[in-house]
Structures are given as C-alpha cells and as structure tokens.
C-alpha cells in the first residue's frame, strides 16, 4: 500500500510543494444556527492535544528510531501512567464521534481542535488511521465541519519567546503544510486562529513583533492569549474586558507595528475547568458588553489539554453531551472564535473597536524608550529595568508563571542553537529548496530538537532525547549539505 500523502520517504509532509490558502472559503461556522441575535453571551472551548517524539524505539539511545510518545506509552503499559496511552488515543479521536452524534439529535456542538504536528506523525506512524478517519469525518463533511474549527500552532510544539523567530517561521508553515496534507487546502483556508504552544507569548519587543508577523503573513486572523501575559499599554495592567476581543499591539526598536486580534483565555485549573465546562455555567452569569457603540455578546475561552488528567479522559465526555444539548438553540451557545467574531462583524462592530493590549512588561520598556530608537537603547533599556525590579524579564509569559523555558536549561538550549545555526547557515542562506530530501531531513529533526516537553519535564532522560536529537539533526547538516 502507498504511503499516505501526509508522508513523504517516511517523514511528516511539511515542506515542498505549496497548499493555497483559499481565500474566500467562507468564515468558520457562519451561518449556523447558533449565530443569532438572541445570544446573551457565548461559550467558547479549545482541545489542545500533542504528544512528542523521542529516540526511544529501541534500547540503544543512539541508534533507537525516532517515535512518537503514544507509541512508547503504548509498548510500555507496565511503566508510570502509560496504562493510560490507549485512553489517550481514544482522546484523540472522540470528537470525530461526539460531533456527528450529536449534530445527528439535532443539537449545535462546537468545538476548536488544536493537534501538534509531531502527534499527528505519531499517530500516523502507528497505524491509527481510524483516529484520521474520524477526525476527516468533522473536517470535512459539511453537515459536521461547521461544528469545529481548527487551531494553527507550531508543529514541533516549539515556545515563541525562547524559538529563534526564523525557526518559529518554519514551526508555523510546516504545520499549514502538514495539516493540508491531511486533510486537504479547503480546510486548510477554513484555519483563522492561532493557538502557541504552552500559551507562550514573547514579551521582547522585537521577538513580539516578529511573532505576530509570521502569523498575519501565514494567514492568521486571531490568536489565543493567556490573560496574565498581556497587558493595557497605558497602566500596566491586565485586560479590563476579559471576555471581548482584543487587538494585540507589537511594535518593535526599529518602529514598526505589526498587530492581530486575540482572544483572551482567562486563568485557571485549564483541564477542569474544560473537563466540566465551567466555561459555559460562567457564560450564563455574564450580560452583554459595551464594544464599537453597541451592545454585544461576551464569549467565555477556555482551552485544556484535551487527553491528560483523570478529569479529561473521564468527566468530559459526559459533561461535554449534556452541556451541548442543554446550550443547543438557546441564549448561551457554544460557539467558536471565528464565528463570534463573523457574528461581531455582521453586527457592525469592527476590530478596530477592540481594546489594544501588548505583552506583558512592555510598558517598562515603552515608558523608557520610543519605538524606533533601535536596538541598541532597547537593549539598555531592558537592561535598566532588570536592575530596578529583578521580576522583570524577557523570558515572555505562558501558561503558567513558575516555569521558565530558559533557566537552567543551557545543556539543551546550547545543542538547539548550534542546530538551529547550521540549518540558517546550510540551508535558509545557501537557498537549498523545500522540495529537496535532504531540507525535509534536517527540517524534521531542527523542529523536533524544538519541542517544549525537552525543558517542561526538567534535567533527565528528557533532556538526553533532546540532546539526542540535536546530534542527530548537526549529523544530517554536516554530512549532507
């Protein structure tokens, strides 16, 4: 049997031969029934699934292939929570069967999906074809494919602050590439919103500009933001409205501005909150809001993993039906981003009412320099900062604020940035095409070497796969470029 299209010689189809965008494919979910004028206010959730991979298919660290974690749970059952890996492959296919089922009762499920590139390899190399069965199903069909909207993000789950931002580039379009791959350009140009890895939001100016940059030139109209990593330019602080659209404002030393709508996802126990949609009980508390001159509905965000902790694998799956026939027809649906904001739109409001925020700790900076002034007085001025107050950083925010991507993690970020420097040095300047073997070669093992899970489970045998991988990856651009 012929590989997949989404393999190409083995590896995940991330480069190469373009997929358009599709420009006017209509907006995600519009025209449903649950976009109306009677909604009070709207519930909005986001899975967030992704699984690494590691050199682990085999005893020897340097000579084991490279698989995916699933598949290492699942062929060590008897280790840690691996019992738990043929759970986590069901998770990674219900929606193909909760979406359907429900639209089928005459209900209006939503939700937003948010698959790692490496996963999907994962799960391809093995051999779980119903999962992309089932997820081609709610992807595709349109009785079912207004019910999801699909997240861009990173394909080797790589952190944007501490991802040198040419590389972040190539995270992003390989996933477009790989996700079109799969499941084709049509529902590649239905893809609007952006969801980074860990929630990781560069505060550094000019890496923030860069950020949103790759997103509005990769076709991004929104991204998802971690309410405690932003802030209002004026006063310092958190956003004000935290259930209305935002504009999220990036200018950098030499003075440009780059900007996109976020949506801000609030703080919390992520998976609970999801797991028993707490979102959609806090939507039914909140009234409309003042936004462009009008009264409009709110939407309350969440996004979970959607695999991990005891509450997701079991109280979901219940509490998912009986919210969704509960919300069906009613004035707090389920909605997506997409469509909310299609719903903004036809009502008149534009972005660019939003209320403008930038990355948390950016005021500091602003309030010493001007946009402009280069990078030069940008890096006194953060310098100035850190000797006044030693809270402040450059590191970005994430998800949670008691984990940094950075410290104490120079025996990995060393290797990363030697790779990262070859590939810039052996393939980006020397113009090696994208549909050549040996780009996808090294582009694969660049973006693996990049995955946060490396620096998220600390010192250890997560720490040597990455090293691993590194070794692998500057054999590659030693022997073969």
């Known amino acids: 049997m012929p590989d997949p299209v989404d393999l190409v010689d083995g590896l995940p189809n991330v480069c190469g031969a373009e997929f358009p965008g599709g420009a006017s494919a209509a907006p995600a979910g519009a025209g449903s029934a649950a976009v109306s004028d009677g909604i009070e206010a709207g519930c909005a959730i986001a899975l967030h699934m992704h699984q690494p991979h590691i050199p682990a298919g085999g005893g020897d660290l340097q000579t ?6 699933l598949q290492h749970m699942m062929e060590n059952q ?8 043929p759970v986590f492959r069901w998770c990674y296919k219900r929606m193909g069967e909760f979406v359907p089922a429900l639209i089928d009762e005459g209900r209006e499920p939503r939700v937003m999906l948010d698959y790692s590139g490496t996963l999907f390899w994962g799960l ?3 051999g779980a074809d119903d999962v992309f069965d089932a997820l081609r199903r ?15 993000t990173p394909w080797g789950h790589a952190v944007a602050p501490s991802t040198p931002v040419q590389d972040y580039r190539l995270h992003v379009m390989a996933w477009r590439h790989h996700f079109a791959s799969i499941f084709g350009a049509d529902a590649l140009a239905r893809v609007r919103g952006f969801s980074p890895s860990e929630m990781a939001l560069p505060n550094h100016p000019d890496v923030a500009f860069e950020f949103v940059r790759t997103l509005r030139e990769c076709g991004y109209e929104w991204v998802l933001v971690q309410e405690h990593t932003v802030e209002q330019p004026g006063t310092g602080h958190g956003p004000a409205a935290r259930h209305l659209p935002h504009r999220l404002v990036c ?13 801000v996802k609030t703080q919390g126990s992520d998976t609970k909150l999801v797991a028993q949609m707490q979102p959609w009980y806090e939507a039914r508390s909140i009234a409309r809001a003042d936004l462009g001159g009008r009264r409009v509905p709110q939407l309350v965000t969440q996004v979970a993993d959607g695999e991990n902790g005891g509450v997701m694998m079991n109280e979901f799956p219940p509490k998912y039906h009986e919210v969704v026939r509960e919300a069906s027809g009613g004035p707090h649906p389920l909605l997506n981003v997409s469509e909310y ?3 903004l739109s036809a009502a008149g409001v534009s972005s660019d009412a939003f209320p403008v925020i930038q990355p948390i700790h950016q005021k500091r900076i602003w309030d010493r320099m001007a946009p402009g002034d280069g990078p030069e007085r940008l890096a006194a001025a953060i310098e100035e900062a850190r000797r006044e107050d030693h809270r402040f950083h450059m590191e970005g925010g994430s998800w949670t604020g008691n984990i940094s991507w950075v410290q104490g993690y120079d025996n990995v970020l060393g290797p990363i940035d030697r790779v990262s420097a070859l590939f810039s040095e052996k393939v980006l300047r020397a113009g ?12 694969v093992h660049l973006m693996l070497c990049q995955t946060s899970c490396f620096r998220y489970w600390g010192q250890g045998v997560w720490t040597d796969y990455a090293r691993e991988l590194c070794r692998r990856a500057e054999a590659i651009l030693t022997s073969e470029f």
Request: aromatic share 4%; hydrophobic share 35%.
């Open 64 to 69: 084991a292939s490279i698989i995916g974690n």
């Open 78 to 85: 008897h280790t840690g929570d691996n019992h738990n890996a």
């Open 124 to 126: 391809r190399q093995m």
């Open 138 to 152: 709610i992807t595709c069909d349109p009785r079912y494919a207004r019910a999801v909207e699909w997240l861009g």
């Open 251 to 263: 200018r950098n030393s030499k003075g440009e501005t780059a900007s996109i709508v976020a949506i």
């Open 341 to 343: 904001l299609a719903h």
């Open 432 to 443: 090696i095409s994208p549909a050549e073997p040996r780009y996808r070669r090294a582009l």
